[in-house]
């Protein structure tokens, strides 16, 4: 019975030994950011963790690793960016600097082609709806305003 839980403990923990391994391995021998991403995610490991095994080897070429990242899965987009944060914001200094690196993560992924409306919050105010009413179209009372059927009513 030992054997066996010794041997199940071998089978979890070998594969991602091997797999850290195998990135680390990989930028030592120089491969570029794609190449290691695509060498550890051929090897079975998702690519959230491969971006948070390549950033903690790699902190300095995050921007790189995102945008690899996503060109390779732009459906997980949001992932991999809350992947890379984890690791390299985690330890930002305030909020305004975490904010900042979290901001370098979303333009590295949408220079990389993501859609921004899936990785990031909608930040313009205004109606749920679409629909424009006459009103809101009306000109101001007495000609103000400086036109007429003007969308502004000042």
Do not use: Y
Request: with cysteine.
């Amino acid at each position: 019975m030992k054997i066996k839980m010794l041997a199940l403990v071998a089978c979890l923990v070998v594969p991602f030994q091997l797999a850290t391994a195998d990135i680390k391995a990989d930028f030592k021998a120089g491969l570029s950011v794609a190449k290691v991403l695509a060498n550890a995610t051929a090897g079975g490991m998702s690519v959230e963790n491969a971006v948070t095994q390549m950033v903690t080897q790699k902190p300095g070429k995050v921007g790189q690793i995102v945008a690899a990242a996503v060109k390779a899965s732009p459906n997980n987009a949001a992932k991999i960016i809350a992947a890379a944060t984890s690791i390299k914001c985690s330890n930002a200094a305030t909020s305004v600097l975490k904010a900042q690196c979290v901001d370098t993560m979303i333009s590295a992924a949408i220079a990389a082609g993501a859609n921004p409306t899936l990785i990031t919050t909608a930040t313009a105010a205004g109606p749920t709806s679409r629909a424009i009413t006459a009103a809101a179209l009306a000109p101001a009372p007495d000609g103000a305003g400086g036109g007429v059927a003007v969308a502004s009513p000042n």
